[in-house]
């Protein structure tokens, strides 16, 4: 295989099977070839072997901060700021809870219309909880700055779109938010491991993100929470769970949150998917962030310029300019998601958004030139011969 860049061969530290080209990433993550061994380790000699003791000997209680950590050093989060565990839902809505208290007079939650949906419809659930007035104002992504008005308690946004991969400025959004004395909320889904991140130069009060898509850390691994140490303090928990207390075994009847970033955990981390993590996280001992996005800026270019010149039904969804886009290209086709699913058969593995986008992710841990290559090659015979013309491509799966 050609790496776009020498400094990343880790192909090999993947399971993926002999001849697919896996374009996605950006949803799912492949397996690291240590977590196997880690998981089994864990469950006989850990969980098979110390039970309950394996709290203490093992150190599980110290896992969301250990792995947090790990997190930490990819999205530019100082040590001690980023705690994991629960869902990214559960995780926007202790941020968002957590940022409506510290703006008590204001009553607008500020998001875009390309935030992931189900951002919007934490916000939708909280503001129905609290019966205060607030409001959620979704706005279009390039309008977002100039929308950040004195009457904003909180923005919302995720910063690549999971549809296009159009990429907002965090550093310009987290200014105006914070000069119209607004709480700024980074959605690092589409971002950790991707693009590089510097949350301690931003200064945004809180980032949350999921791990199973460039983290490789499996489906249904535990999200993470950012809360910038300065402010961590202060903040009262919405979702008070015993392990955000700050002596979880003295089992007092009355809620005491944490001291740091401790307080932001909620009920028993999930150790399983934990270890899994632990092991994909180290994956990324000695990856340079700025080096991963130069390759994997040059991919994007690669597929772009070999789609267009060789695909012209589709369209291209994502921004043009690659400063402006994460690490994904997506295109329109009116029948996108047949085509998707006959490339997904010819073990070309990308995947389809509503109504007409068909998504690539490029990671290049594991993929490089010769994959993009190939990739164009096949979505060419697709298109030319019409192959996705058949019915059981159209017949449209639970998850697409």
């Not at 939708?124 to 007035?133: D, K, M, S, T, V």
Request: net charge negative; glycine share 10%; proline share 6%.
């Amino acid at each position: 295989m050609k790496d776009t860049c020498s400094h990343l061969p880790l192909r090999n530290a993947f399971i993926l099977p002999e001849g697919m080209i896996y374009l996605d990433g950006n949803s799912l993550g492949p397996l690291p070839k240590s977590v196997p061994a880690r998981l089994s380790r864990m469950v006989t000699d850990e969980w098979g072997q110390h039970l309950i003791k394996g709290w203490n000997v093992d150190d599980w209680m110290g896992q969301p901060a250990r792995v947090g950590d790990m997190v930490g050093r990819l999205i530019g989060a100082p040590a001690g700021t980023v705690t994991m565990g629960d869902t990214l839902s559960i995780k926007v809505y202790q941020a968002l809870a957590a940022a409506v208290k510290m703006r008590p007079e204001r009553r607008v939650i500020l998001s875009d219309s390309g935030n992931f949906p189900s951002d919007l419809y934490m916000a939708q659930g909280l503001i129905a909880q609290l019966e205060q007035g607030h409001e959620l104002r979704v706005v279009a992504p390039d309008e977002v700055a100039g929308a950040i008005t004195d009457d904003v308690v909180a923005v919302l946004i995720t910063q690549v779109d999971y549809r296009t991969g159009r990429m907002h400025d965090m550093g310009a959004i987290t200014r105006a938010a914070h000069a119209a004395g607004a709480v700024m909320i980074w959605d690092l889904a589409h971002s950790a491991g991707a693009v590089p991140v510097d949350l301690d130069g931003c200064g945004a009060e809180f980032a949350v993100g999921c791990t199973y898509k460039y983290l490789n850390g499996g489906p249904g691994a535990p999200a993470f929470i950012y809360v910038r140490p300065d402010i961590v303090e202060d903040l009262q928990p919405a979702l008070s769970g015993w392990l955000g207390h700050d002596a979880p075994f003295a089992f007092e009847p009355e809620y005491r949150p944490a001291m740091g970033i401790e307080r932001m955990r909620v009920g028993t981390p999930p150790v399983l998917q934990m270890a899994a993590l632990e092991a994909a996280m180290e994956v990324w001992e000695g990856v340079d962030m700025a080096e991963l996005r130069a390759a994997s800026v040059a991919l994007c270019e690669l597929f772009i310029g070999e789609v267009e010149a060789r695909c012209p039904a589709l369209t291209l969804a994502s921004p043009r300019d690659a400063a402006m886009r994460g690490s994904q290209v997506s295109f329109h086709f009116e029948h996108g998601y047949p085509v998707m699913q006959a490339l997904i058969a010819r073990d070309v593995i990308g995947d389809f958004r509503a109504p007409d986008i068909m998504r690539f992710g490029f990671t290049p841990l594991y993929v490089g030139e010769d994959e993009v290559r190939g990739a164009v090659d096949i979505l060419a015979d697709v298109l030319d011969n019409r192959l996705w013309d058949r019915p059981e491509y159209k017949e449209k799966s639970r998850v697409t």
